[in-house]
């Protein structure tokens, strides 16, 4: 998901509908900040979100990456069932061997089919995808594999590759010459294009063969693409690239939060095990007890926050595992320095003096990708005594070797008692995650919501309102499975806030603290615009009278997202609560009604 771990974002405040008077909202006439531009963005956790997610690979485990041959047992000393995803069909044995002669150093795992003796029929196995494939006829799917025989053999035919439903009907299929005489990895590719589109996404792929009974055939590095974002190969899914460039978002915080860190030092991410050849990239064992391929790598990041029009804010391991609570003590820091260094210059350094961006160059990319954030670690207040050294240490090294970037510490603390000492810091996520107050405070996984809600959602609008008050600062929420894109409630909240972001911050009221009723107030110097945004987190109506200081126009418009507190967007029921916009009478003064349980965005032409 799209969504920072831990709610430590808006309380979930005990309320009870009160009747009471209107509220009162003088807006000032002068700014007292710049809105940054960069207020708002996503961040990216690879909970569900690279692969199975943005990453459009299909196919599952396509590599037995960080995977033990024959281990079968899920998440057994967070080692991943070695066939995961994959089954036989009718009776093809397969497992998962070290081959005597991997493809490639970084992959030492294949798949051996071995068909046996007297067998008949079609078989092979299957992949059944990350819980699905989505099969569609408007498509064309690029396939591929690597096989040898281990032992060269008379077998001369082919592989049906497939697309097919669990009842068994073939949507596409296509043949692929096999040789037997293949003693050495060989890549095969092929293009699949249904004829037909299934009603659901329980469908698989197969890799079938006739008559080949007693062979013994290895396969390495799988791979199933169907039509990218940007038609990018070993690109990102088309719907929710679309989906999150309609929230507008002005950055992308790569490559996680969490995901950066690793449950230990040697298991951390490494940029240089992500980028090159996807046989080059041994993936690793991720955070949350399955594998990452790496598919998704550094420059298919930074490639895609080019595409979506997002600068990259991107994250450099800081000497901090989160796993184990270990910190590399400060005589042993250099080496990742180093590599931070090299992983920067990857983004944006000259080629002609950095072989880093050398090889971003060989890889088709020679100019620098647009960086001016580092985020320096990630979590690392948690482990605060180290924390000095290690944010001394590197951003010393780091500022001298990058003058031009910007250093981000994550703070995780509120924003009205932070000092304006010039120190900038980063909300790199929030999230509400469960509907009572413990849950959120609490540091457990427990209690923590399948979907947001609207009542989660609108608690994160009255963070926002704090956001922008205190904008000098920053975020990341969309539902899929292998078929579809379900924007939640709270990323109806965020698409709200980023495209109504406006330039400047509009001094107001201050809201009662411990009140339910929040507002922010910006100006948009280039859409000429003044944009409120109000937020009832309460369960009655709320009657409030604006006092602009401001000449404005008389037509305006409020678009407003609210719901029965316990709502959510579900795949079952994904458009529960959407927003809906209409005109409104506004003026240099002008009442308004909040709808309980709800975030409102006023915009108003200046005139
Ligand atoms: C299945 O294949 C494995 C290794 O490829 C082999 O060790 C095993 O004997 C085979 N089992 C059968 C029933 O053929
Ligand atoms: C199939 O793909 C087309 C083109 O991308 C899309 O418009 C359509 O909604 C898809 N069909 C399904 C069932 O997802
Ligand atoms: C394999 O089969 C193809 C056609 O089916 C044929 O052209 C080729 O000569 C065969 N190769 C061998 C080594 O028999
Ligand atoms: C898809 O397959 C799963 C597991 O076999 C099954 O529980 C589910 O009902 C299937 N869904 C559809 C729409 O057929
Ligand atoms: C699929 O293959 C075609 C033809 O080689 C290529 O143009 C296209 O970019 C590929 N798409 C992906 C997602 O790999
Ligand atoms: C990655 O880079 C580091 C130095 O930054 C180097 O020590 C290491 O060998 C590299 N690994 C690969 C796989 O290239
Ligand atoms: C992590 O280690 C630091 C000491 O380096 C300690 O202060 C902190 O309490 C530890 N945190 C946890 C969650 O164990
Ligand atoms: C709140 O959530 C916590 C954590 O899941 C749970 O232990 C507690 O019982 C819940 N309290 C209420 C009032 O629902
Ligand atoms: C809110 O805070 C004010 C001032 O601190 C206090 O008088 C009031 O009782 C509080 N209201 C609630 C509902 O806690």
Known sequence: MFRGLVGRAAALLGVAAVASAATTIVVKGTSSHPIPPLLYGQMFEDINSGDGGLYAELLQNRAFQAVKPGKTLVLVDRDWNALQAWAPVNGGNISVVADSVPVSAALPNALQLNIPGGASGTIGFANQGYWGINVNSSWTYNASFYYRFPTASGFNGSATIALQGTDGQVHASTQIPISGSQTKWAQVTA???????????????????????????????????????????????ADLSELLLSMKPSFFRLPGGNNLEGQSAATRWIWNNTVGDLVDRPGRMGNWGYTNTDGLGLLEYLTWCEDMDMQAIMAVWAGYSLGDNSSV??????????????????????????????????LGHPDPFLLTYVEVGNEDMNAPDSYHYRWHDFVTALSSAFPQLNWFAQNSFSYDNTPRNGVTYFQGEYAVTATNASAVFGSTDDGRLTWPIV???????VFLTG????????????????????????FYVQQLFSRNKGTDYLPSTLPTA???????????????????????????????????????????????????????????????VVPTSKGITVGQTFSYTAPAWSLSVINIPMS
């Open 455 to 461: 009542q989660g959602s609108i608690g994160e609008a």
């Open 191 to 237: 293009q699949l294009t249904p004829s037909s589109t299934p009603s659901n996404i329980n469908n698989t792929f197969t890799v079938t063969f006739d008559s080949a009974a007693g062979s013994t055939i290895n396969f390495a590095m799988f791979s199933l693409f169907p039509p990218t974002f940007k038609d990018k190969p070993n690109g990102m899914r």
């Open 329 to 362: 003590p400060e005589a042993q820091l250099q080496p990742y320095i180093q590599q931070a260094i090299d992983q920067i210059n990857f983004a944006i350094g000259d080629p002609s003096k950095s072989s880093a961006a050398g090889l971003r160059a060989s």
């Open 467 to 490: 956001f922008e008050r205190n904008a000098d600062i920053t975020p990341n929420l969309v539902g899929f499975d292998a078929g579809a894109v379900y924007p939640s409630t709270s």
């Open 514 to 576: 411990n009140g339910t009723l929040f507002w922010s107030v910006t100006s948009d110097k280039y859409a000429k615009a003044i944009n409120i945004k109000v937020v009832n987190y309460a369960g009655g109506t709320e009657d409030i009278n604006f006092q602009l200081s401001t000449a404005v126009g008389t037509s305006g418009q409020v678009t407003v997202l609210t719901g029965d507190p316990k709502a959510s967007n579900t795949p079952a029921n994904p458009t529960t």
